[in-house]
């Protein structure tokens, strides 16, 4: 089952510190997406792809944030210094166009971030 | 700025009962509502998707109803399994707009007993 894959699962880190998530997309699926999920949400928004070109991001995504897809096949969300309030879940998800743009995003099982 | 609304955060039914989550939205330029399945450690996945031009969407166990004019819309479990537990989420987004993201609501625990 090629689904989409995030790596890694599990991150621990201190307040202050860089961290990178990968995402890697179903593979002929051209749009990819990034949400965050906090306990006890639903997943928030934070940006979306189609092939490299960011074309929509969310307020949520702070200047801390960068998202990149720059082949347009896997992409990686970094989030510079690090806090606490980033501690939470980060889904990727991805999407084949279909028209009437009922298209089914499949979402990854997700990077759980601890921030100290 | 909340904009689906789910009701309950959690929901406890016996084998073999009736599952109902309802959600609603206030946003009218929404016209794609799915529903999403999620086990601890799993990402959500789609379970059942509905647009407002149909009141509603049965597959399987699972049925959508859609109230346009409420601006609610529902999710029925038939005859609940104990594999049914899970958190289920509620979504909207706009169709047609290059706008791809899904709104979702804060989702919904639902046991089911044995």
């Known amino acids: 089952d090629t689904g989409v894959s995030q790596d890694p699962r599990h991150k621990i880190t201190k307040r202050g510190q860089n961290v990178t998530f990968r995402c890697d997309p179903i593979?002929?699926?051209?749009?990819l997406y990034w949400y965050r999920q906090t306990l006890g949400q639903g997943p928030e928004f934070l940006t979306y792809?189609?092939?490299?070109?960011?074309?929509?991001k969310s307020r949520l995504l702070s200047d801390r944030f960068s998202a990149e897809r720059p082949k347009g096949s896997f992409s990686t969300l970094e989030i510079q210094r690090t806090e606490q309030g980033d501690s939470a879940m980060y889904l990727c998800?991805?999407?084949?166009?279909?028209?009437?743009?009922?298209?089914?995003?499949?979402f990854g099982p997700g990077t759980r971030l601890t921030v100290l | 700025q909340q904009q689906v609304k789910q009701s309950p955060q959690s929901l406890i039914v016996q084998k073999g009962g009736i599952s109902i989550i309802n959600c609603a939205y206030e946003?009218?330029?929404?016209?794609?509502f799915p529903w999403y399945q999620q086990f601890p450690g799993k990402g959500p996945a789609l379970l059942i998707a509905?647009?407002?031009?149909?009141s509603e969407k049965k597959e399987g166990r699972f049925t959508i109803s859609f109230n346009k004019s409420a601006k609610q819309f529902s999710l029925h479990i038939m005859d609940s399994q104990p594999g049914d537990s899970a958190t289920y989420f509620c979504?909207?987004?706009?169709?047609?707009?290059?706008?791809?993201?899904?709104?979702f609501g804060t989702g919904t625990r639902l046991l089911v007993s044995p």
């Open positions: 946003n009218t330029a929404f016209d794609y």
């Open positions: 979504a909207a987004r706009t169709l047609n707009t290059g706008f791809q993201k899904l709104v």
């Open positions: 593979s002929e699926h051209n749009r």
């Open positions: 998800a991805s999407s084949q166009p279909r028209a009437g743009g009922t298209d089914t995003q499949y």
């Open positions: 792809f189609q092939n490299e070109a960011q074309l929509e």
């Open positions: 509905i647009r407002p031009d149909v």
